[in-house]
T-cell receptor, first 114, second 112 residues
Framework: AQKVTQAQTEISVVEKEDVTLDCVYE???????LFWYKQPPSGELVFLIR??????QNEISGRYSWNFQKSTSSFNFTITASQVVDSAVYFC???????????FGTGTRLKVLA | DGGITQSPKYLFRKEGQNVTLSCEQN?????MYWYRQDPGQGLRLIYY???????QKGDIAEGYSVSREKKESFPLTVTSAQKNPTAFYLC???????????FGQGTRLTVV
């Protein structure tokens, strides 16, 4: 069975602090894909990143970075120097190689205070 | 612009009524999905369709029905059999795994 766990329900930080959102996944597939989405107050989920199971390189995009570790089945997301506009709910998701289903975690609500 | 359009944005339903949520995409994606979002429960898959005229149940399909007569359209009907339909409903499309899914802005359904 596939499962995604986001243990942090809500995180509050002060602007300019760094923050890490945790994601732990379970799958028996050897090939799988991991995603992060951002859900701002408007409701629409915005795609942030996709990572396949064979690529463990960390990725950085501006203030965003992702740490993928197969050994611990984790795909954590770090925002550096957080800003108020980063306030949103963030979802981690998992998909298999031949499945059209995306399994989502319960999300982490990030509040960045000015 | 390419994207996914969900309508209406807000919908109110009386108990015992069926309602249909619209989802249209012009991204030429083969796969479409319906998710339900409740506070603290993340997104749960209701139905998904990989191609026209074909669809599969997700994890919480009871009380819902769908059709996929056209590639660009995947309407969701919330039937009176759905005991607790008040939720936020999100439609998505994609070219299937491993590509990312694209989401609409959602429909908030409230039973009154």
């Amino acid at each position: 069975a596939q499962k995604v766990t986001q243990a942090q329900t809500e995180i509050s930080v002060v602007e300019k602090e760094d923050v890490t959102l945790d994601c732990v996944y379970e799958t028996r597939d050897t090939t799988y894909y991991l995603f992060w989405y951002k859900q701002p107050p408007s409701g629409e989920l915005v795609f942030l990143i996709r990572r396949n199971s064979f690529d463990e390189q960390n990725e950085i995009s501006g203030r965003y970075s992702w740490n993928f570790q197969k050994s611990t089945s984790s795909f954590n997301f770090t925002i550096t120097a957080s800003q108020v506009v980063d306030s949103a709910v963030y979802f981690c998701a998992l998909s298999g190689e031949r499945t059209y289903k995306y399994i989502f975690g319960t999300g982490t609500r990030l509040k960045v205070l000015a | 612009d390419g994207g996914i359009t969900q309508s209406p944005k807000y919908l109110f339903r009386k108990e015992g009524q069926n309602v249909t949520l619209s989802c249209e995409q012009n991204l030429n994606h083969d796969a479409m999905y319906w998710y339900r979002q409740d506070p603290g429960q993340g997104l749960r898959l209701i139905y998904y369709s990989q191609i026209v005229n074909d669809f599969q149940k997700g994890d919480i399909a009871e009380g819902y029905s769908v059709s996929r007569e056209k590639k660009e359209s995947f309407p969701l009907t919330v039937t009176s059999a759905q005991k607790n339909p008040t939720a936020f409903y999100l439609c998505a499309s994609g070219q299937g795994s491993p590509t990312e899914a694209f989401f609409g802005q959602g429909t908030r359904l409230t039973v009154v």
